[in-house]
């Protein structure tokens, strides 16, 4: 049945996919290149690709002259404060929706997603007033609240997307063969829900470490992360572009990494289940 | 199947999430509604009393906003054309026989990782810059003038860099949509002999249309809201102010809080009128 492919037409396929791969990845490689340069070389004319003089002096000037290890804490923090806070008040959510529907569920569901599509600049003011009140502008709790609840709607969408597809009959079962709503939880329904909260995990870490809307407009020194961290790179002085790279190959590689790993989530979290 | 325990339960269970959103929203909103109607100047006096929809009238009629629209349309309706014409044609690419089909996807996915600080400082500095940008060194190699990209053409340089960051996205998503198309039916043309033009016009265009639909509508409501990409780059200078970059230099660089905010309600009206649609078709899927 499967349409026979020529070698020759596969060829250009892959000459093709991997033309356009590497043109779309490049920014990519040549920031962590140029990382590994003297910042003389970063801005030679022409351009050297890899052969130069490999070094490891301006991952040690950055480390050494910013403070990255507490940006670096601070956007750990947040994110992964942000997605565990998440998480506790979601799994209940998803899980009842997913288990217990009313005739309320879809109209609960589609409510939360519409106060995802609320324009952060449109309350700008007033979250920076609440924040100044309450003591919380430049802390990381305060940018751990305001990045929870700005994906929880996610969460709990992705959640429940996930809880659905646990077959109901499995509990009935369970239930039959005499075992207690502990061992149900703890036996049954865990095991099978770990892989989807543990994507949800994953997505919302992401979209949380890279957030650059609040980050930027409510913190300053004390709870900035890695994402006001570059953007002080805005407006340097004198040569920086090796500087800038070894910065930016820090902030973006473990989300790299954990982004390959999320990939195949990435489309029905971000549709909403729209598009499987 | 559920009994009046277990709905109650349920009730309960639910009520964090619901609170906390239902806060999240509400709150914010009224702020926002009570400030607009208000000469409120934190720096100047504070708060100066009501003033109808005087704020609104004078955020529509002063002069940065029509640019400010202007640009707002031009780098959502750029990116958008970029993203949705090369997500398609990448996606049917990468739904090709070839090898190395998992490394290439990595390597299309990658951008969308990368923070959107980080992806419009590479590009402002080591793409962009008029004098050590690697542009600049190739448009010198062939003998051209290398061009001020962020301050001669900033719109089409925000635009690419957003579609950078974006076409992931757009790419994914179709990719998915083209797997689940039925092979069958493609052959069937094929063998018929209909030209491959065609094929993708009356087949696989017509069964990607919901998935198009759904990356313009939820890009389009990321996009309206870009702010980092332009806070880096140009600062809102050189013709390159959102409508949210105008509402964010009116709040926080002017506090002008009144004004702000009746821009702010306008904005969330405008997200709101898309939002609608996305609702419509995600609600769809969820009867079925």
Do not use: C
């Not at chain 1, 910042?39 to 040690?60: G, H, I, K, Q, S």
């Not at chain 1, 589609?110 to 009140?133: D, H, N, Q």
Request: proline share 5%; aromatic share 12%; charged share 10%.
């Amino acid at each position: 049945m499967a349409r026979t492919v020529t070698t020759n037409r596969k060829i250009i396929n892959t000459a093709a996919a991997w033309a356009v791969g590497l043109l779309i990845f490049f920014p990519i490689l040549w920031t962590i290149l140029t990382s590994f340069k003297t910042e003389a070389v970063a801005v030679a004319d022409p351009p050297v690709f890899l052969a130069f003089d490999w070094t490891l002096d301006n991952y040690r000037t950055v480390l050494e002259r910013s403070n990255y290890a507490r940006f670096l804490m601070n956007s750990i923090i947040i994110a992964g404060g942000a997605t565990l806070l998440g998480l506790l008040i979601a799994i209940p959510a998803a899980w009842s929706m997913a288990f217990v529907p009313s005739r309320k569920t879809k109209d609960i569901l589609l409510w939360m997603l519409s106060t995802k599509m609320l324009p952060a600049v449109g309350v700008l003011y007033p979250i920076y007033l609440i924040f100044i009140r309450l003591g919380l502008l430049d802390t990381r709790t305060g940018l751990i609240i305001v990045l929870m609840l700005m994906n929880l709607p996610i969460i709990v969408w992705m959640l429940y997307t996930y809880f659905k597809e646990i077959p109901g009959e499995i509990l009935e079962a369970a239930r039959m063969d005499g075992a207690s709503l502990k061992d149900e939880i703890l036996y049954v329904l865990t095991p099978m829900a770990i892989p989807g909260i543990a994507s949800t995990m994953l997505l919302n870490f992401i979209l949380a470490w890279n957030e650059a809307f609040w980050t930027l407009n409510l913190t300053a020194a004390k709870a900035a992360p890695l994402t006001a961290f570059i953007a002080s790179y805005s407006s340097p002085e004198g040569l920086f572009f090796a500087k800038l790279s070894a910065a930016s190959t820090m902030a973006i590689a473990p989300i790299l990494i954990l982004g390959w790993f999320s990939q195949k989530q990435l489309v029905s979290g971000l549709t909403f289940g729209a598009v499987k | 199947m559920a009994t009046q325990h277990s709905r109650s339960a349920a009730r309960f269970m639910m009520a964090p999430a619901v609170i906390l959103l239902l806060g999240w929203m509400l709150v914010p909103l009224i702020m926002t509604l009570y400030f607009s109607f208000k000469r409120y100047l934190p720096l100047r006096g504070g708060d100066l009393g009501w003033t109808g929809f005087d704020n609104y009238v004078r955020f529509v009629t002063s002069s940065a906003f029509w640019p400010s629209v202007q640009a707002t349309l031009i780098i959502v309706g750029g990116t958008l054309l970029i993203t949705v014409i090369f997500g398609v044609l990448l996606g049917i690419l990468l739904n090709q026989p070839m090898w190395g089909q998992g490394v290439v996807r990595i390597l299309v996915i990658a951008p969308f990782f990368v923070m959107p600080t980080v992806s419009a400082l590479v590009w402002k500095n080591m793409f962009m810059d008029p004098v050590n940008g690697l542009f600049a060194h190739l448009w010198k190699a062939v003998g051209a003038q290398p061009i001020e990209w962020l301050s001669d053409i900033s719109l089409f340089s925000i635009v690419l860099i957003v579609s950078w960051q974006w076409l992931p996205f757009a790419t994914l998503i179709l990719l998915t949509a083209i797997q689940s198309l039925d092979s069958e039916q493609l052959e069937a043309a094929e063998m018929d002999g209909a030209p491959v033009l065609k094929r993708f016009a009356y087949i696989t265009l017509p069964h990607l249309s919901r998935a198009i639909t759904i990356v313009i509508l939820i890009e389009t409501i990321f996009l309206l809201s870009i702010f980092a990409e332009i806070f880096v780059t140009t600062g809102g200078a050189f013709g390159s102010r959102t409508l949210t970059y105008l509402i964010f230099q009116r709040v926080l660089e002017s506090q002008n809080v009144g004004l702000g905010s009746a821009g702010g309600v306008y904005a969330i009206i405008l997200a709101n009128i898309v939002a609608i649609f996305l609702m419509r078709i995600v609600g769809k899927n969820l009867d079925a």
